[in-house]
């Protein structure tokens, strides 16, 4: 399935794909698409709907992300094997985390916050936990996964580097997790470790890789991770980006640009550059 939430910020309401990428409206059948939504259980109840007997919905409303009320957003650090010609690859998983007041729907717009000048782009895969995951094996640990979706970890280099080092000060402006257009459930996808994923700077590709060139398997990250702390159904993991950052090339994020990303066979996302007021 293809689950998404469209509407204003804040009224957005559940909905789905059909196999022909019409909107139809889950709101008459769910209250949203939140952590509880995603246990396996509802999961199989909603794919027992028939999409034709949903409402569809006309014109092209705003999406917003996929989940709503995200708990918490972990994210990994260095885990693409091509980062190896500019810095050391880690002997286990980089974790850090973004506050949730960055999360905004796939095509709201980059906001630049007032005093940064090396706002960066990062592409990755996004996963959703949908049952709670607490010091799961490797060979279990997709279990525990709703789905998947396109995720942006905007960053804001300066704050996260010559600011005391603490990567979360560079996560979390507000528009800087961008998630979706959709969630695709784990059923849906064969092979997460064989996804193409890309993105474009004012039409010129600035990354482009597979996942099966990270670091440590999506298995791997979401295990390792529930050693440390209860992973909660709806929690987002953003599991590490490729090479091709503006970092790496004294390059960054300027108001009037446009920003095209996505993941092989979950769609796209595409953001416009925009001074943020005081």
């Known amino acids: 399935m293809r689950l998404l939430r469209y509407g204003p910020p804040g009224a ?9 990428g019409r909107l139809h409206s889950l709101a008459g059948r769910l209250a949203d698409l939140d952590g509880p939504a995603l246990a396996p259980d509802r999961l199989d109840w909603l794919r027992a709907v028939d999409p034709a007997s949903l409402p569809l919905v006309e014109g092209t409303p705003r999406l917003g992300p996929p989940v709503a009320g995200i708990g918490n957003v972990i994210a990994i650090g260095v885990n693409y094997r091509g980062h190896a010609s500019i810095v050391a690859l880690p002997n286990e998983p980089i974790i850090f985390s973004k506050h949730t007041g960055a999360i905004c729907g796939p095509d709201d717009p980059i906001r630049i916050p007032p005093g940064a000048s090396k706002v960066d782009w990062e592409v990755e895969l996004a996963l959703v ?7 799961v094996p490797v060979a279990r640990a997709l ?3 709703a789905g998947y979706m396109v995720g942006h970890d905007i960053s804001e280099r300066d704050f996260q580097s010559e600011r005391g080092g603490q990567f979360i000060k560079g996560k979390s402006w507000r528009n800087f997790c961008p998630l979706g257009p959709w969630l695709v459930t784990r059923d849906e996808v064969a092979d997460p470790q064989a996804l193409q994923l890309w993105l474009d700077l004012n039409g010129e590709r ?7 060139d990270m670091v440590f398997s999506l298995a791997e990250l979401v295990s390792y991770v529930s050693h440390f702390m209860v992973l909660q159904p709806g929690d987002v993991m953003l599991t590490g980006t490729p090479p091709g950052v503006g970092m790496t090339q004294g390059r960054y994020l ?3 640009d446009v920003v095209r990303l996505g993941v092989a066979g979950l769609g796209e996302q595409c953001q416009v550059v925009m001074p943020d007021g005081d």
């Open 143 to 145: 279990e525990y996964v």
């Open 129 to 135: 936990i949908g049952q709670p995951a607490r010091r």
């Open 12 to 20: 957005e309401k559940p909905g789905l794909l059909d196999e022909a």
């Open 206 to 212: 600035m990354q482009e890789s597979s996942t099966d």
């Open 254 to 256: 300027r108001a009037g």
